[in-house]
């Protein structure tokens, strides 16, 4: 029997003995849902992130460097974007308001910039206000390094927080066995600015010496999704484990969330990547995948006109191109929806302010989740 085989056999012995849950949490299909899909923005090929304007108009990024508003059923490009590095997962990435954005009109945006010394790029942070269809003011707040010609995790969901606090995820580039457990190091992070690039003097290293002062935790691997919890204000993050082992984790201050040393992947090849899935110091996820569905875009619902979502999350699915959606009591996901099956690869996912479900789909579009009458 092939060694592959052998730890195949081991890691699903060892799931099933697992306290983080039962590995019997499979996805099902509904008979019916509350909706019905529409494209409501057509002839996209990876709307990677998406916002909405006060004045109901809508900012897409797509990888390949576009940045469009969307009004009316009419697209307009936007110039003055940031140069970007576009390499596979790298591009125009994740884009976001600021709270008080109709004060101030600061749009927050992550990109792959091949900004440096070196060759290829790493994930950058900018703000920027939109001035007719021109960004103006670009400021660059935060450039990872090194930069690398490696096409793989460059993280880069962003949120705020209910403090004015402003959250993203840098993946560790490639380099799991270097990046993602020294925080003198970019890559494997999620950081914690203030809204003008600042370093909050509450971070939980800003007293180490060498460390990057921006991170708030570390050990990820790749985190594609960030959320806010509606009632506790906690930043949830998903992201992408190797073969099996994607995650949803509470981002915590400080706390080292074990990647690679612990996991409930393995290898692309089949062969173990550790024989732990847990250690004292490092964090448990409060809901992981096998097998690894590639988890993108993520939102918790708040809206009311779908009935019984309030309260659940919905995740892309990028691997498998559905929506899930996963009810949760507490912290603890108790069952898992299949939506959209087949529909393509999800990438980006929003609550608008109109309390719809606007989902992004890669080579199609955005499409608006109708509620059934």
């Given at each position: 029997?092939?060694?592959?085989?052998?730890?195949?056999?081991?890691?699903?012995?060892?799931?099933?003995?697992?306290?983080?849950?039962?590995?019997?949490?499979?996805?099902?299909?509904?008979?019916t849902?509350?909706?019905?899909?529409?494209?409501?923005?057509?002839?996209?090929?990876?709307?990677?992130?998406?916002?909405?304007?006060?004045?109901?108009?809508?900012?897409?990024?797509?990888?390949?460097?576009?940045?469009?508003r969307?009004?009316?059923?009419?697209?307009?490009?936007?110039?003055?974007?940031?140069?970007?590095?576009?390499?596979?997962?790298?591009?125009?990435?994740?884009?976001?308001?600021?709270?008080?954005?109709?004060?101030?009109?600061?749009?927050?945006?992550?990109?792959a910039?091949?900004?440096?010394?070196?060759?290829?790029?790493?994930?950058?942070?900018?703000?920027?206000?939109?001035?007719?269809?021109?960004?103006?003011?670009?400021?660059?707040?935060?450039?990872?390094?090194?930069?690398?010609?490696?096409?793989?995790?460059?993280?880069?969901?962003?949120?705020?927080d209910?403090?004015?606090?402003?959250?993203?995820?840098?993946?560790?580039?490639?380099?799991?066995?270097?990046?993602?457990?020294?925080?003198?190091?970019?890559?494997?992070?999620?950081?914690?600015?203030?809204?003008?690039?600042?370093?909050?003097?509450?971070?939980?290293?800003?007293?180490?010496?060498?460390?990057?002062?921006?991170i708030?935790?570390?050990?990820?691997?790749?985190?594609?999704?960030?959320?806010?919890?509606?009632?506790?204000?906690?930043?949830?993050?998903?992201?992408?484990?190797?073969?099996?082992?994607?995650?949803?984790?509470?981002?915590?201050?400080?706390?080292?969330?074990?990647?690679?040393?612990?996991?409930?992947?393995?290898?692309?090849?089949?062969?173990p990547?550790?024989?732990?899935?847990?250690?004292?110091?490092?964090?448990?996820?409060?809901?992981?995948?096998?097998?690894?569905?590639?988890?993108?875009?993520?939102?918790?619902?708040?809206?009311?006109?779908?009935?019984?979502w309030?309260?659940?999350?919905?995740?892309?699915?990028?691997?498998?191109?559905?929506?899930?959606?996963?009810?949760?009591?507490?912290?603890?996901?108790?069952?898992?929806?299949?939506?959209?099956?087949?529909?393509?690869?999800?990438?980006?996912i929003?609550?608008?302010?109109?309390?719809?479900?606007?989902?992004?789909?890669?080579?199609?579009?955005?499409?608006?989740?109708?509620?059934?009458?």
């Amino acid at each position: 029997m092939k060694k592959s085989v052998l730890f195949f056999c081991f890691f699903v012995v060892l799931l099933n003995f697992s306290c983080a849950q039962n590995p019997e949490n499979k996805v099902s299909t509904p008979q019916t849902v509350p909706f019905d899909a529409e494209l409501f923005v057509d002839d996209l090929q990876v709307p990677w992130g998406f916002t909405f304007l006060p004045d109901g108009s809508m900012l897409i990024t797509e990888k390949n460097g576009d940045l469009i508003r969307f009004f009316n059923g009419k697209k307009t490009k936007i110039a003055n974007g940031p140069k970007i590095y576009q390499r596979g997962q790298g591009g125009l990435l994740d884009i976001e308001l600021h709270p008080d954005y109709e004060k101030n009109g600061w749009i927050y945006m992550s990109y792959a910039s091949p900004e440096g010394d070196s060759k290829g790029g790493n994930t950058a942070i900018m703000r920027a206000k939109l001035e007719g269809d021109k960004l103006v003011q670009n400021q660059v707040l935060y450039k990872a390094v090194p930069n690398t010609t490696k096409g793989q995790h460059f993280g880069s969901r962003i949120v705020f927080d209910d403090k004015g606090f402003l959250y993203f995820s840098i993946g560790e580039r490639g380099e799991r066995d270097v990046n993602p457990q020294d925080i003198t190091r970019d890559g494997g992070k999620i950081y914690r600015l203030n809204d003008d690039g600042s370093i909050p003097k509450d971070n939980p290293f800003v007293a180490k010496k060498g460390a990057k002062t921006a991170i708030y935790s570390y050990g990820h691997r790749n985190p594609q999704g960030l959320a806010v919890h509606p009632k506790t204000g906690e930043i949830w993050d998903n992201e992408h484990g190797p073969r099996g082992g994607d995650e949803i984790n509470i981002v915590k201050k400080g706390a080292n969330y074990g990647w690679p040393v612990i996991t409930y992947g393995i290898n692309y090849s089949g062969t173990p990547i550790t024989d732990k899935t847990n250690m004292e110091g490092m964090e448990q996820p409060i809901h992981y995948w096998v097998p690894s569905i590639a988890p993108s875009g993520m939102v918790f619902i708040t809206t009311d006109k779908y009935n019984g979502w309030k309260g659940s999350v919905l995740v892309g699915s990028l691997a498998f191109q559905y929506l899930e959606r996963l009810e949760l009591n507490g912290t603890k996901v108790t069952r898992r929806e299949k939506l959209m099956d087949g529909i393509g690869r999800v990438r980006s996912i929003e609550e608008g302010p109109d309390g719809l479900i606007y989902v992004g789909v890669e080579g199609k579009g955005i499409y608006r989740l109708n509620p059934k009458k």
